[in-house]
């Protein structure tokens, strides 16, 4: 058993001892890694205070070019400032002296117009006078003239005025005669007029001809409005039905195939209701009158929707059709019928319309028309705008360079009237002929002497040989 503890306790000193090693040699290299770092601390901060230095130097040379530039700037700029002192003030003296030039000949020329104008003023003076005197003259034979004529003619209407009195008056009675007789004969045409109201009235109770009277009313306000490539007659709106439409307005279809949209018109004229409603309302009976206006809805009610069973089919048409009736009192009755335009429109798509009211739907859709039409022609317009800008830009090049031929040509004048001053100013010392002699010079006649003499000249030199 005391074996075992000393075994025990040696391996515990052992265990120490080796712990104490390590201790020690961890404690080792922690003090070379400090000093290591030390020594990095140290170099660290010599090479920050290098670049302090170094960019010290810098910082001075900065500052040295700097003063020096601007020690050099200020001296240009001085230098600059008195070269264009001494520019401007030459450039001042020449404008005056230009303007004083100017000023001397506008001064001559205003004199030299002051004396033609009072010569030519004192010259329309006397003019004037003269056509003054000859006006005279001839307004006092004139008015000479128109007084014997005045008289003449005042003689010659006295001695007419009688005869045409007389003969007016009987053209008088006579037309008074005439027209009592077309009265009588006017009395017995509204006879026939009557009888022909009459019959009239009975040819209207036939229903195809009352359908032919609307239609034909209908054309004829679509024809006052729009054009004939707006519209058409007896469409067939729904392809395959076999069913027409009296008129249809064209809309541009929304489709690729140029495919249009219609929109159904069709006119109705109950004029038997019609009639029985205006009796009633003659006789003041209310309740014919009521019934008359019942079956009057009832037929319009009933006409709304044949014509949207039969006419309306999107995409093909609008979604709504137009029933025109041909006279303002039958659409002012059924409208005064509160809600029913309403109701024809919520239920069967359809609008309810007269004359007036068509009339300025139809405007309305010139409008759109128009509208459309200048839509598509936008395009066309900006392309037109494209190509005039892209020519004005041409004709911008154009001027650029005819202000350039410009510049050369006054560059060459100048070049010309410097060369002109300085022939002048050589030929200044040579003495100038007669104008007499220099016009028989220049123009060839004295050519001819002088070349004799310079031919005759040598002849003697040779007999002296």
């Known amino acids: 058993m005391p074996d075992v503890t000393i075994f025990v306790l040696a391996a515990a000193l052992i265990v120490v001892a080796v712990l104490l090693v390590f201790v020690l040699v961890r404690i080792g290299a922690l003090v070379t890694a400090r000093d290591a770092q030390l020594r990095e601390a140290a170099e660290l901060r010599a090479r920050i205070d290098t670049f302090a230095r170094e960019t010290a130097g810098h910082e001075r040379d900065v500052r040295d070019d700097l003063a020096t530039a601007r020690r050099e700037h200020g001296e240009t700029a001085a230098a600059l400032r008195m070269e264009v002192g001494d520019r401007l003030g030459q450039f001042q003296e020449g404008t005056q002296r230009q303007l004083a030039d100017m000023s001397g000949l506008q001064q001559t020329q205003l004199k030299h117009f002051g004396e033609q104008l009072a010569q030519l003023t004192h010259s329309n003076a006397e003019r004037l006078e003269a056509v003054r005197k000859v006006v005279e003259d001839k307004l006092e034979a004139l008015r000479s003239d128109n007084a014997g004529k005045l008289d003449e003619m005042r003689r010659t209407v006295d001695e007419k005025l009688q005869t045409t009195l007389e003969q007016r008056l009987g053209a008088s009675f006579k037309l008074v005669s005439d027209r009592l007789e077309q009265v009588h004969k006017g009395l017995g045409e509204m006879q026939t007029l009557a009888i022909g109201v009459g019959d009239l009235k009975r040819v209207l109770t036939n229903v195809k001809t009352r359908g032919t009277w609307g239609e034909v009313q209908l054309g004829m306000l679509l024809a006052e409005v729009l054009t004939p490539q707006q519209y058409e007659a007896n469409v067939e709106t729904v392809p395959g039905s076999g069913k027409r439409v009296e008129f249809a307005i064209r809309f541009p279809g929304r489709s690729d195939d140029g495919q249009p949209c219609w929109l159904p018109i069709d006119a109705k004229f109950p004029l038997d209701d019609w009639q029985r409603l205006q009796d009633a309302l003659e006789r003041a009976d209310v309740a014919a009158a009521d019934a008359a206006r019942k079956a009057l809805a009832d037929f319009l009610r009933l006409q709304a929707k044949t014509i949207r069973d039969l006419y309306v089919a999107p995409p093909l048409t609008t979604d709504f059709a137009i029933l025109f009736v ?20 919520r239920d ?11 009339l300025a739907l139809l405007n309305s859709l010139q409008m759109g028309f128009r509208t459309l039409a200048i839509e598509r022609r936008s395009s066309e317009v900006w392309r037109v705008l494209g190509a005039v800008k892209t ?16 510049d050369q040509v006054g560059r060459t004048l100048d070049d010309a009237g410097r060369k002109s001053t300085t022939i002048a100013r050589k030929l200044r010392e040579v003495e100038a002929l007669p104008e007499a002699e220099a016009d028989r010079l220049l123009t060839g006649e004295g050519a001819g002497h002088l070349l004799e003499g310079e031919v005759a000249g040598p002849a003697p030199a040779q007999r002296d040989e």
């Open 391 to 406: 020519e004005f830009g041409k004709f911008g090049e154009i001027l650029a360079k005819t202000k350039e031929k410009l």
């Open 326 to 345: 041909p006279t303002e009192g039958l659409y002012a009755e059924m409208m005064s019928r509160p809600g029913f335009a309403e109701q024809l429109q």
């Open 348 to 358: 069967f798509r359809v609008t309810l319309t007269g004359p007036t009211n068509f």
